[in-house]
């Protein structure tokens, strides 16, 4: 997969990335993504590259914008994630309703007459 992410948002790429940080195993993570482990990888090198290679801001105004900007990213990044999830959740949910409805409606027994 060398589409470094062009397939996916920088909002989930960066929130893939911070969920690297707190995940119990990248294998786990990567599945519950559905991208290959090595991509997050890729990812987090490509989004988190030593500070040398970064321009610095010309003025305290551009530090103060790229900070806040990184900090929105992240956040929407973690928002995009929550929508996945959520989105999913749903999904099996109303699967799940289907599966139920179509089985086969009520049971067709008597009532004993005592």
């Known amino acids: 997969m060398a589409n470094n992410g062009v397939r996916y948002g920088e909002a989930f ?3 893939a990335v911070e969920r690297m940080k707190s995940c119990e195993t990248i294998v786990g993570l990567a599945k519950e993504l559905g991208i290959d ?8 090198a490509l989004l988190e590259e030593p500070d040398s290679l970064r321009p610095e801001p010309a003025t ?6 790229r900070a806040e900007n990184a900090q929105l990213k992240r956040a929407l990044g973690e928002m995009a994630l929550e929508a996945d999830f959520f989105k999913g959740a749903l999904h099996k949910i109303t699967a799940r309703r289907q599966s139920l ?3 086969g409606g009520t049971a067709s027994t008597n009532r004993s007459k005592n």
């Open 13 to 15: 790429r960066l929130a």
């Open 37 to 44: 482990r090595r991509q997050l990888y890729r990812w987090r």
């Open 60 to 65: 305290e105004q551009e530090f103060l914008l």
């Open 101 to 103: 409805s179509n089985s």
